[in-house]
C-alpha cells in the first residue's frame, strides 16, 4: 500500500513535447504547496537540459516505472486524489482515456476542464475539475480535508463508468449507429 498510494498522484508523461512540459511545472506547484506528489510514466528524457528536472522534487517524486494493469488499478484506488492533466485541453471532449480506467477503478479523479466532459461525466458529482493552476491548489487542499465527500464523489463517478462508459456498452451504440446508416440506405 505504501509503494502504491499518495495523497495525489499523476499518471502521464513528462517528456519534452511542449504538450507535456506545461504538466511539469503544475506538478512543481502541487509539490511547493506542501502535497505529497507520486507520479508514474515513462522517464523524463535523460538529457543536459532535464537534470535539474531530474535530480529536483518532481525527479525525486517519480514512482519509478510506466504502470498499467493491476499496478494502475492500485495506484488509481490507494491515491486520495489522481491528477490528471490532457495534452489537448482546448479541443471539446479531449478527455483521457485514462479518465474512464482511474474512475472505473475507483480513484476520485481531479482534472483540468475540457469543454463537454460534462457530457461524459459530471463535475462536482462524478468527478472534480479545474480551471487554473490556483484552482487546483485550493481543491487539492479542500478535497484532502474531506474525505467522506471525496470518497462519494469517487464512488458516484465508479458507478457512473461502470454503467455508462463500459466496452459493451460502446460496442451497442456503436452498432445501433451502424444499424441507423444500414436502414437509411
Known amino acids: 500500500m505504501k509503494f502504491f498510494s499518495s495523497d495525489v498522484t499523476f499518471v502521464g508523461n513528462l517528456g519534452s513535447k511542449s504538450q507535456y512540459i506545461t504538466r511539469r511545472g503544475a506538478l512543481e506547484r502541487v509539490i511547493n504547496s506542501g502535497f505529497k506528489l507520486k507520479w508514474w ?5 535523460r538529457k543536459f537540459s532535464t537534470i535539474p528536472l531530474i535530480l529536483g522534487k518532481l525527479g525525486r517524486s517519480y514512482g519509478g516505472r510506466f504502470i498499467w ?4 488499478a492500485k495506484v488509481a484506488k490507494l491515491s486520495k486524489i489522481f ?3 490532457d495534452s489537448m485541453p482546448h479541443v ?13 477503478c475507483g480513484a476520485f479523479y481531479m482534472c483540468q476542464h475540457v469543454e463537454g466532459i460534462e457530457e461524459t461525466l459530471e463535475p462536482g458529482k ?14 487539492i487542499k ?10 462519494k464523489i469517487a464512488k458516484a463517478g465508479r458507478e457512473r463508468v461502470l454503467k455508462d ?17 444500414l436502414l437509411s440506405m
Open 41 to 45: 510514466g515513462p522517464r523524463i528524457p
Open 69 to 72: 494493469g493491476k499496478e494502475y
Open 83 to 85: 491528477l490528471a492533466f
Open 92 to 104: 471539446r471532449k479531449s478527455m483521457s482515456a485514462r479518465m474512464y480506467t482511474a474512475v472505473g
Open 126 to 139: 462524478e468527478i472534480v475539475t479545474f480551471r487554473s493552476e490556483d484552482e487546483m491548489i485550493d481543491m
Open 142 to 151: 479542500y478535497y484532502l480535508n474531506n474525505d467522506g465527500l471525496r470518497m
Open 165 to 181: 462508459h463500459t466496452y459493451e456498452v460502446r460496442m451497442r451504440q456503436m452498432m445501433d449507429i451502424i444499424n441507423k446508416q
